[in-house]
């Protein structure tokens, strides 16, 4: 998916706050703000949001001297969701349908996403997420390439989304998952540390893309990554960036999310809020 | 009031959305936005964010040569807004303090600002405002102010909500009132046109600021309109612009508005949906 230029302001808006939440100061949130926009006017308008947010982020690093500015954020979003999981928990169990229970929270979980915004209802969310139906849903497709394939390859999103992401993996065991998180700080995307604060070391064998930067860049991955990415033959695909990145990568991917912003749901053509479960379309 | 490090991607935002109300296709689009960006980067700290937006919608009329790209869009608020000017009237015969409830609907017709969104929800508007309490209310002093001043200055906001000041106009009536508007196109702010096309002609004396850009800026503003504004004991204020370049010019001001910005919010101190009444600060 193409950056939009309806992206644009996203973006500059999303350099401010992360600035802010690295600690600078008003001169160093202007400094970082001027560097994005003047990275915007050169932007490749081939490029993906993700490559710019990668961009901006790196800068933020770089300015405010602060090698992972979410740090605290993702550990209090990892408190949180952690404090909710055996609540979660007794609801898959008393479900009617424990896979798609578990889907549904798994989505409900993306919300944790401080691109988006700096604070989020995660209760609100998981109300509204087993209340509103999913669109399209692919939930039987993803049950089916599940039971079919050897193992599931599970690329993470958010920090304390991770969390939810657990659950689901636990009605997808015993088949083995791969848990893939970023290599390092990306935004609030997890990293192995997060993830194993998370508990994802119990239930998965835990990887990385090889770069830490949000979504999945084939031309920044470790070789190790690719090579597991293409022998996957189901891989679920959590959140926007993720989205963003591999939306046009075949339909072993089912990208699960909730769609948070207006280009994403004009390229999925659903509305803006809706909660998806997606198949990828086949490559041709 | 001064921009803010939030108002830029607001104001990124702002110039694609206007620029697509000119009718501009994507090429046009992005070089709006890298001229607005370009613009933002050498931004004076000391501007207020209504300067920035005449900046760049002057560019944007200048590229898309369309003289007043939001001329259809004023041209339905108005008819809107007029639609509901009967039952409208009688909801203020028939309240228990009409002028309160004339007020109220002043700034109930403050929703249709498309710098904030493009769609607004009118009615939604006029239910939220008469149920919500005013935060400052300073009406009491307003009406007082009113009472003791030969006539009122009321400077106007948008197109169609000129609509809704006519019904707070013909409270104040007898007092004479002029009502100053813009003397081009900018944004959709009301010019004489519309102002006319609401049927202000018949309840007030029109005037200009004698610029064609939103809010009022003293030093492009006619000799004629600094005469008026120096010499009026009462001057009614619409809208955020207003309020953003008018802040600090004392208490003969009371700004009328909702706040529909977080910047202003943190400015006013109230949260972000308030309805406010605030007379200005004495200047020392």
Redesign the interface.
């Given at each position: 998916m193409k950056t939009q230029?309806?992206c644009?302001?996203?973006l500059?808006?999303q350099a401010?706050h992360a600035a802010r939440f690295a600690g600078a100061d008003?001169s160093v949130?202007?400094k970082v703000?001027?560097q994005v926009?003047?990275a915007?006017?050169q932007l490749d308008p081939e490029s993906t949001p993700p490559m710019t947010s990668d961009l901006i982020h790196r800068l933020i690093r770089e300015v405010s001297a602060s090698s992972d500015p979410y740090q605290r954020m993702k550990e209090k979003s990892t408190q949180e969701a952690l404090a909710l999981y055996p609540q979660l928990k007794e609801l898959i169990q008393q479900s009617s349908d424990r896979f798609e229970t578990a889907v549904k929270l798994a989505i409900a979980g993306n919300i944790i996403d401080l691109s988006v915004s700096e604070q989020y209802d995660l209760l609100g969310s998981i109300e509204r997420v087993l209340n509103q139906p999913l669109t399209p849903n692919d939930t039987p497709q993803l049950k089916a390439a599940i039971e079919r394939s050897p193992w599931v390859l599970y690329l993470a999103d958010n920090a304390g989304e991770t969390v939810f992401d657990r659950l689901l993996i636990e009605e997808i065991l015993p088949r083995p998952v791969i848990y893939v998180v970023k290599s390092g700080p990306a935004l609030n995307d997890a990293t192995l540390g997060d993830a194993r604060a998370a508990g994802l070391d119990q239930v998965a064998e835990l990887r990385t893309t090889g770069y830490d930067g949000i979504g999945v860049f084939f031309d920044k991955s470790s070789p190790e990554f690719l090579e597991l990415f293409d022998n996957s033959q189901v891989i679920i695909a959590k959140g926007m960036a993720n989205y963003e990145t591999l939306s046009e990568c075949g339909d072993r991917l089912f990208f699960l999310l909730q769609i948070k912003c207006e280009v994403i749901a004009q390229d999925v053509g659903k509305p803006l809020g809706s909660l998806m479960v997606a198949q990828g379309k086949p490559v041709r």
């Open positions: 230029l309806d644009y302001s996203c500059v808006r401010l008003e949130q202007r703000l001027n926009m003047r915007l006017i």
